[in-house]
Nanobody, 123 residues
Framework: QVQLVESGGGLVQAGGSLRLSCAAS????????MGWFRQAPGKEREFVAT????????YYTDSVKGRFTISRDNAKDTVYLQIDSLKPEDTAVYYC????????????????WGQGTQVTVSS
């Protein structure tokens, strides 16, 4: 059974940056696409970014293009989300998950979710 643990969240001012990490244990994730989602209070969980198993393909939701960068280090079984130019509307709990196919954007296309890490952006 794979376990995913997110870290790196925190409280930052608008315009700041954070680097989120998603570390896997129990089973390697190097053969799977991985994704990041976020969920703000009172809202549904939404797709943020996804990366193919070898990092060769990445996809982003339009609202984060140019500001967020997804990457992975398969030797460390870890996926990252670099978040720059943070905006108050980026405030949410960020989750990583294992994708069932490359380019997946729906919650139902992901399995084995982490517990999330809180990102709060002050204006």
């Amino acid at each position: 059974q794979v376990q995913l643990v997110e870290s790196g969240g925190g409280l930052v001012q608008a315009g700041g940056s954070l680097r989120l990490s998603c570390a896997a244990s129990g089973r390697t994730i190097r053969s799977y696409p991985m994704g990041w989602f976020r969920q703000a209070p009172g809202k549904e969980r939404e797709f943020v970014a996804t990366i193919s198993w070898n990092g060769g393909s990445t996809y982003y939701t339009d609202s984060v293009k140019g500001r967020f960068t997804i990457s992975r280090d398969n030797a460390k079984d870890t996926v990252y989300l670099q978040i720059d130019s943070l905006k108050p509307e980026d405030t949410a709990v960020y989750y990583c998950a294992i994708g069932l196919r490359v380019g997946a954007r729906k919650v139902t296309e992901y399995a084995y979710w982490g517990q999330g890490t809180q990102v709060t952006v002050s204006s």
